[in-house]
């Protein structure tokens, strides 16, 4: 598997290869990468998540209708005979479809050949996250949707595909919460934190019952650094961890630094 591009590179490459590596986030339509490469350079994942998406917004009815028809149908013709591409061909397997019961393939063309007569484009799912029950608890609630809301609903399914695809070829800039340690010991020119992936928290090492920094100097070297970080603190793993706001990764014994260190 080829490493993932950082959003600063991402920026500065030709619209050719911009193309060549994007092309693929909205099925079978580099156009959509095309126009959005106008709108290099990138502040970041998201901005340019929101320029392929503005791209699509703001094309002709006739374009977006051509791009929701160019997604293959689910466990449909295409599937079967190997014809799909090579991002659609994991998701669908991702999601079981690859391995369906003689029923289960006959629930799906019933289903397809409804859904494409009633609002003439297939269905489209970000299948990548959910299994057979639930889509076929999407396919049967959605057959049932005015043309109006189905064309919005498919339009919003494509954007969330093009995101999941994105997200495996382009690395988000790094983020994370600074600590007092990070603050003194970068000061110094010590090596980087390590960030915790599922809180996105930054750990720095550092003494088991030491590290006695006031909150106050803290907060103050933290607004120097050009972040403003919660004032609670917590011991993890070898040093004092300053928190995600939606609570704390791990929990360690021994007291928090006192007031006025």
Request: charged share 20%.
């Amino acid at each position: 598997m080829s490493p993932l591009l950082e959003v600063a590179q991402i920026s500065t490459i030709p619209s050719s290869e911009f193309i060549a590596a994007l092309g693929g986030c909205y099925e079978k339509s580099p156009w959509v990468a095309e126009r959005a490469h106008a709108a290099a350079p990138f502040a970041s994942l998201a901005a340019l998540a929101s320029a392929l998406r503005e791209a699509v917004d703001g094309a002709t009815d006739a374009e977006r209708l051509a791009l929701l028809r160019s997604h293959p149908d689910l466990a449909g013709k295409a599937a079967l005979a190997g014809e799909l591409t090579s991002e659609s061909t994991a998701e669908q397997c991702h999601a079981g479809l690859s391995s369906l019961s003689a029923d289960e393939l006959a629930r799906f063309t019933k289903l397809n050949e409804a859904y494409t007569a009633r609002f003439g484009f297939p269905f489209i799912l970000a299948v990548r996250n959910a299994n057979k029950a639930t889509i076929f608890a999407a396919f049967e609630r959605r057959v049932t949707n005015s043309a109006a809301a189905e064309l919005a609903e498919a339009v919003a399914q494509v954007h969330k595909i093009a995101w999941m695809r994105l997200n495996e070829l382009v690395r988000p800039n790094p983020t994370g919460f600074l600590t007092c340690h990070v603050l003194r010991h970068t000061a110094h020119g010590s090596a980087a934190p390590r960030e915790s992936r599922s809180s996105r928290m930054v750990v720095w090492p550092g003494p088991r019952y030491g590290a006695r920094l006031s909150r106050r100097r803290h907060a103050d070297r933290a607004q120097a650094a050009g972040r403003v970080v919660q004032r609670r603190w917590r011991f993890v793993g070898g040093g004092w961890l300053i928190p995600h706001q939606r609570g704390w990764a791990h929990r360690r014994r021994g007291p928090p630094p006192r007031r006025g260190g």
